[in-house]
């Protein structure tokens, strides 16, 4: 069965530093979601992308987070200038398309193994 | 929605036994609620999921209830075995319930099963 890969699976960094987060999502859908879990929390929505541009975004997704889909298969976060509290696992999610010949349940999100940033 | 009060926080039951966790939405345009366990260190799973055009669906040993007039929705998990144990969230979409559209999640129950 198809999923979604994620790599690294684990990123340290220094605080101010750039980190970019991929995602490979399950190859015939059409939205593109990034969640964060911070440690022992729960999972919370940043961003959605569909089309080739962002659909939704929550508070936490500011001018330090963007995204992109550089080519067919990958998925891109973008973290500027890090900060500790930016220390979570970010995981990557995709769903659709949608439809009566679609074995999908409707917005049934598929989530990937995630990567753990540690920010130092 | 953008806000799910899910309880309870940690619920610890003796195998075989039944584990209900209930979660409670505000927005009542919402129309879709997964269900998602996640196991220590693992990605979040959808086990199951319910469309607000119906008020229940099972599977096997799991089955969500639904009440839109109470604005709640509740997993069931019937003959509990040692691998159920794990977090569980409850979800509604953020928005619309549209196609692009993020989960909200609840804060999780850390489910328990004793032997």
């Known amino acids: 069965e198809p999923e979604v890969t994620q790599t690294p699976s684990h990123q340290v960094t220094q605080m101010g530093q750039e980190v970019i987060l991929r995602c490979v999502p399950i190859?015939?859908?059409?939205?593109f979601y990034w969640y964060r879990q911070i440690l022992g929390q729960k999972v919370e929505f940043l961003v959605s992308?569909?089309?080739?541009?962002?659909?939704?975004k929550s508070e936490i997704f500011d001018d330090q987070f963007s995204v992109e889909r550089p080519d067919g298969s990958n998925f891109t976060l973008k973290i500027r200038s890090t900060k500790l509290e930016d220390s979570a696992m970010y995981f990557c999610?995709?769903?659709?398309?949608?439809?009566?010949?679609?074995?999908?349940?409707?917005?049934?999100?598929?989530f990937g193994p995630g990567t753990r940033l540690t920010v130092l | 929605g953008e806000n799910v009060e899910q309880h309870p926080s940690t619920l610890s039951v003796q195998e075989g036994d039944s584990a209900v966790i209930k979660c409670t939405y505000s927005?009542?345009?919402?129309?879709?609620f997964p269900w998602y366990k996640q196991e220590l260190g693992k990605r979040p799973q959808l086990i199951i999921d319910?469309?607000?055009?119906?008020g229940e669906k099972k599977d096997q040993r799991i089955a969500v209830t639904l009440n839109k007039t109470a604005k709640h929705f509740s997993l069931h998990i019937t003959e509990t075995q040692p691998e159920d144990s794990a977090v569980y969230f409850c979800?509604?979409?953020?928005?619309?319930?549209?196609?692009?559209?993020?989960?909200?999640f609840g804060k999780g129950t850390h489910l328990i099963i004793q032997p």
């Open positions: 979800a509604e979409p953020m928005y619309s319930g549209g196609g692009a559209d993020g989960l909200t």
């Open positions: 190859s015939n859908h059409l939205y």
């Open positions: 999610a995709s769903s659709g398309p949608f439809g009566r010949d679609t074995k999908s349940s409707y917005n049934e999100q598929f």
């Open positions: 319910i469309r607000s055009n119906v």
């Open positions: 927005d009542s345009a919402s129309n879709y």
């Open positions: 992308f569909y089309n080739n541009e962002i659909s939704e």
